[in-house]
C-alpha cells in the first residue's frame, strides 16, 4: 500500500532521472577567478591548455538565476577534467571585505561528481603557495596542489605535469612563445568583441581560437 502511494505521488510530481551530459574527453572545466590582477595568469591557462591539446571551457556567460547552479554542474560533468586554481580565494578589497567562496564551491562540485563518477571526471587543485591548501582546506590534506607560484610559467609548468599526454607534448618555452604571440593580439580580439572586459564569453571563445590557430600555424 505505502508503495503504491509513494509511486503515485512521484508520478504527480513527475520526477524523472536527469540523464548526464556526453562527455567531452579533451574538454577542461577551467574553475578561476576574474579579475585584473589574475588576467595574465588566465591567458596561461588558455594558452597552456590549448597547447596540450584540450579544450579549456568555463562559466563565463552562463547567467544567474535559479537555473545557474544547475548549469554550472551540466559543464562539470561534460568535461573530462577540471582545473580549480585557489590561489584567489582570500578577502576581497572591495567593501565589505568578503572571502572569494565560488572557486571552493565549484571545486566541491566537481569532488563529488568524480567520487560518484570516477570514470567520467579527473580534477586538479592549483595553488601559488606551497601549504596553503593545508591550511586553507584542511579536508582536502593528501592531495598534493600543482603550485604555480603566481607566475606564467609556472602554470604552464604545472599543466604540463597535470597532464602527461602520449606521444610528443610541447615544453614551457613553446608555450611561452604562444603566449607571446596570442598577446599581441589581444587588444584586437577586445576591439571586435567590443569590450573592455577580458573576461566576457565572447573574449573568452575568441582567445581559444586565436591559441589553437597560433599553436596549429607553428606545427605545419
Given at each position: ?30 574553475n ?81 561528481w ?16 606551497h ?17 604555480h ?27 611561452l ?44
Amino acid at each position: 500500500m505505502k508503495t503504491g502511494r509513494l509511486s503515485e505521488r512521484r508520478n504527480r510530481l513527475d520526477l524523472k532521472p536527469m540523464p548526464f551530459p556526453p562527455v567531452t574527453q579533451n574538454a577542461v572545466f577551467l574553475n578561476i577567478p576574474y579579475d585584473d590582477r589574475f588576467r595574465r595568469l588566465y591567458l596561461a591557462y588558455i594558452v597552456g591548455l590549448t597547447e596540450l591539446g584540450l579544450e579549456p571551457r568555463a562559466t563565463l556567460g552562463i547567467p544567474g538565476g535559479e537555473r545557474r547552479l544547475d548549469r554550472i554542474l551540466e559543464l562539470i560533468q561534460s568535461c573530462r577534467y577540471s582545473i580549480h586554481d585557489l590561489s584567489r580565494i582570500e578577502l576581497d578589497r572591495k567593501p565589505p571585505p568578503t572571502p572569494r567562496f565560488n572557486m571552493p564551491l565549484e571545486l566541491g562540485m566537481s569532488l563529488t561528481w568524480q567520487r560518484l563518477n570516477p570514470a567520467r571526471h579527473t580534477w586538479f587543485v592549483l595553488e601559488s603557495e606551497h601549504r596553503r591548501l593545508q591550511k586553507s582546506m584542511s579536508d582536502l590534506n593528501g592531495t598534493d596542489p600543482n603550485v604555480h607560484g603566481g607566475t606564467i610559467e609556472g602554470v604552464m609548468r604545472e599543466l604540463c605535469n597535470a597532464f602527461v599526454r602520449k606521444g610528443p607534448q610541447p615544453g614551457v618555452p613553446q608555450m611561452l612563445e604562444t603566449y607571446r604571440k596570442v598577446r599581441q593580439q589581444l587588444d584586437d580580439v577586445m576591439k571586435v568583441a567590443g569590450t573592455t572586459n577580458l573576461f566576457e564569453a565572447r573574449v573568452f571563445k575568441d582567445l581559444c581560437f586565436v591559441a589553437r590557430a597560433v599553436a596549429s600555424s607553428r606545427s605545419r
